[in-house]
C-alpha cells in the first residue's frame, strides 16, 4: 500500500477522533463544572467561615485557627468525640458479627428460607426517622411495650434512653437491629459466590461445620466482611437521625455525638463559624478512618 493511500484511509479516522474528542469536551466540562460548584465549592466556604468569628447576624471578623484551638479546650466536643467512637464501634462490631452469622444461616438450606430471609431485611426497608419514633413509644417507661415484656417475665423495668447510663446502648440496640441486614445481604452474596469444591472436600475429610466455618468460610468471605464493615463504618459515623429523634443528644449530653453537636453549635446557638471548625475536624476524622479500613481491607483482599 502507498503512502499516499495510507495518508488517504486515515483522514477519516483522524476527522472521526477529532469529532468525538469535540463532543467528549462538550459533556465533560459542564460535569466537571457542576461537581465543583456541587462538591468543591460548599467544602471551600465551610473552611473559610471556621477562620471566621461567623454569626447569623453582626460581622464576621477573621479569627483564624481560633476555633480550631477552642476545641480543644471545650470538653463539650472532646467528649462528643469520645461518644461518637464508642458509639461508632459498637454499632459496627454487633451488626457485623449478628450479620455475618445470619449470612451463614440464610446460606444453608431450610424451609421457608425466602419467607425467613425477607422479614430479616425488612427493618433496613424503613427510613430511620419512621424507625427511631416507633422505637422511642417503645421505649417510653410507663406506657412502651418493652417495660410491659419485662415486667411480665418478672424483669424489672429500665430506664433505656431516659438515663445517661443505658442511653448509648440503647441506640446501639437500635441500629444494630436496623443495619444488621445490610451486612447480612452483603456477606450473603459473597458466600454465594464461593466455590464448593472445598466444602466436598472438607466434607469428605469428616470436617465439622465449625471448622469448615472457620478455615474456609471465613477467609474466602473475608473481603466481603471488609466490604460491609467500611460500609457500615461511614454510615455509623454520619448516624444523626435516629439520635436526634430518639434523645436529642440527651439525656443532657449523655447522648450527643459530634453530628449532633455540630447540629446545635451551626443552628441552634448560630455559631457557625465553630460549628464549620467542628465539621471540618469531623470529616478529617471520618476520612482518616475510612482509610486505615480501607488500607486493612487491601493488605488482606483474596490474600
Known amino acids: 500500500m502507498s503512502t499516499t493511500t495510507a495518508t488517504t484511509l486515515s483522514r477519516p479516522v483522524t476527522t472521526r477522533g477529532h ?74 462490631i454487633a451488626p457485623v458479627l449478628l450479620g455475618v452469622w445470619a449470612a451463614v444461616c440464610f446460606a444453608s438450606q431450610f424451609k421457608l428460607r425466602g419467607l425467613a430471609r425477607t422479614l430479616f431485611v425488612l427493618p433496613m426497608m424503613a427510613t430511620p426517622v419512621a424507625i427511631a419514633l416507633v422505637w422511642t413509644m417503645m421505649f417510653h417507661p410507663q406506657l ?79 473481603p466481603f466482611i471488609m466490604v460491609a464493615t467500611v460500609i457500615r463504618l461511614i454510615d455509623a459515623l454520619k448516624t444523626f437521625d435516629t439520635i436526634y429523634v430518639i434523645t436529642l443528644g440527651g439525656p443532657g449530653t449523655s447522648s450527643e455525638t459530634i453530628n449532633i453537636l455540630l447540629y446545635q453549635t451551626a443552628f441552634a446557638y448560630y455559631d457557625l463559624g465553630y460549628g464549620s471548625a467542628i465539621v471540618v475536624v469531623f470529616f478529617l476524622l471520618i476520612l482518616l478512618i475510612s482509610l486505615l479500613l480501607l488500607r486493612v481491607r487491601q493488605r488482606e483482599a483474596w490474600r
Do not use: C
Request: hydrophobic letters at 60%; aromatic letters at 16%; zero cysteines.
Open 19 to 92: 469529532a468525538y474528542a469535540r463532543h467528549y469536551w462538550a459533556f465533560a466540562v459542564p460535569a466537571a463544572v457542576v461537581v465543583l460548584l456541587v462538591i468543591l465549592f460548599p467544602w471551600v466556604f465551610t473552611i473559610f467561615m471556621s477562620l471566621h468569628d461567623w454569626k447569623v447576624t453582626g460581622a464576621t471578623p477573621f479569627v483564624g485557627f481560633a476555633n480550631y484551638a477552642k476545641m480543644l479546650q471545650d470538653e463539650r466536643f472532646l467528649w462528643a468525640i469520645v461518644r461518637t467512637l464508642w458509639f461508632t464501634a459498637a454499632t459496627v
Open 144 to 222: 412502651g411495650v418493652l417495660n410491659y415484656l419485662l415486667t411480665s417475665v418478672g424483669l424489672p423495668p429500665s430506664s433505656w434512653v431516659y438515663a445517661s447510663s443505658s442511653v448509648i446502648p440503647t441506640l446501639v440496640m437500635v441500629e444494630t437491629w436496623q443495619w444488621t441486614p445490610l451486612v447480612m445481604l452483603i456477606v450473603l452474596g459473597g458466600i454465594a459466590s464461593l466455590p464448593q469444591e472445598p466444602y466436598e472436600a472438607a466434607i469428605l475429610d469428616g470436617a465439622s461445620a465449625w471448622q469448615m466455618f472457620r478455615h474456609i468460610t471465613l477467609p474466602l468471605a473475608w
